[in-house]
């Protein structure tokens, strides 16, 4: 069974289960580097939301035992979840229409300009280099964690503002919003392998415990300070936000860079290479950059998923001068 008949199946399902009173559709969505996700969109007259589930996850769990009973409860988690949580949300969507209820909330994003052309016809954009700079309103809340709304030229035309206007508040709300976080290579290296035992093996409290106790014997054996100079790896930082979601940004952000060259007395080196984060390499005298860029390339094939690439190029900071180019 392909996507495209499960997703149908389940479609059928769920408007059967809803009934007459709800609209069940399939959806195309136009996501990050071009890619067009399809999902079930329910709408209900009585409620101005119309969420989408995207089911490409769980196809991949179920295609291969695509039972009656797995597509019943497939329905069902939709069905709860739209009762549970979309129902319970409580957005005021009157608030847009006012720009000046809403301008504390306009946050920017970085995306690669070529892979997203066609979307940036569509939407409020600044080009800096091979990305852009593209605008969301914030719309977190218990329920939506991560909720956002992406900004269209039609926005700025029926509030009435600039590109200009929105790029200053914009430029001002996100570092404010979205706090930076700088770790070593070696934290993040932590982080993911505590959340991998944790997948495979639970998080119950003595699970917690044990694992605490093994991350902290195994690196209290690398203190960075004391790493071999031509461990690269150990020399590698990672930068983003407090949510760890849409932390590129942070690229822009006022005197961040210039600021973390001046703590490491470096000249740097930096990855755009997820939309979530930018990693930070301390140059270093004779460096092969053509190498650096293969580095990047080989992280965005191996290690991010095609949807939030954000680039495979390598930016170089030069301290003398306060200024970011981009290498080719």
């Keep these: 069974m392909n996507y495209s008949k499960y ?24 996501k990050n ?15 101005r939301l119309s969420p989408i589930f995207y089911l490409n996850d769980q196809f991949q769990m179920d295609k291969n035992a695509c039972t009656e009973i797995r597509i019943r409860e497939t329905v069902g988690d939709i069905i709860r979840l739209y009762y549970d949580q979309c129902l319970s949300a409580h957005i005021d969507l009157g608030l847009f229409k006012s720009y000046q209820k809403m301008k504390d909330k306009i946050l920017y994003r970085l995306v690669n300009f070529e892979k997203n052309k066609d979307l940036l016809k569509e939407i409020p954009h600044k080009r800096f280099y091979d990305l852009a700079m593209i605008f969301y309103c914030d719309i977190q809340n218990d329920f939506f964690e ?3 709304i992406l900004l269209y030229n039609s926005h700025l035309e ?28 070696t934290e993040v290296m932590k982080e993911l392998l505590e959340a991998r035992i944790y997948e495979k093996y639970g998080d119950d409290a003595e699970t917690k ?32 936000n407090i949510f760890k979601l849409y932390g590129a940004a942070v690229l822009l952000y006022p005197d961040f ?10 000249d740097l080196y930096i990855f755009p290479s ?9 140059a270093e005298e004779n460096q092969n950059r053509s190498e650096l ?34 290498i080719s």
């Design 7 to 30: 997703i149908e199946i389940i479609r059928n399902e769920t408007q059967q289960k809803m009934g007459d009173d709800f609209s069940i559709t399939i959806s195309e969505v136009k």
């Design 158 to 185: 029926s509030w009435g503002i600039t590109l200009e206007r929105l790029f200053a508040d914009a430029f001002e709300n996100t570092p404010r919003s979205l706090p930076v976080i700088i770790q070593s290579m």
């Design 146 to 148: 991560n909720g956002s």
């Design 274 to 282: 997820s939309v979530h984060e930018i990693i930070i390499v301390p």
């Design 293 to 326: 860029l293969k580095m990047v390339c080989e992280i965005n094939a191996t290690q991010v998923s095609p949807e939030e690439i954000l680039a495979d190029t390598v930016y170089y900071y030069q301290r003398s001068v306060d200024a970011l180019e981009m």
């Design 33 to 47: 580097n071009g890619i067009i996700l399809q999902g079930i969109c329910i709408t209900d007259q009585t409620n």
């Design 209 to 240: 415990v044990l694992v605490k106790e093994f991350l902290k014997r195994e690196y209290s054996k690398m203190n960075e300070s004391n790493l071999m100079q031509d461990d690269k790896r150990y020399k590698m930082y990672v930068a983003g």
């Design 257 to 266: 860079i210039k600021n973390f060259a001046n703590q490491l007395k470096a």
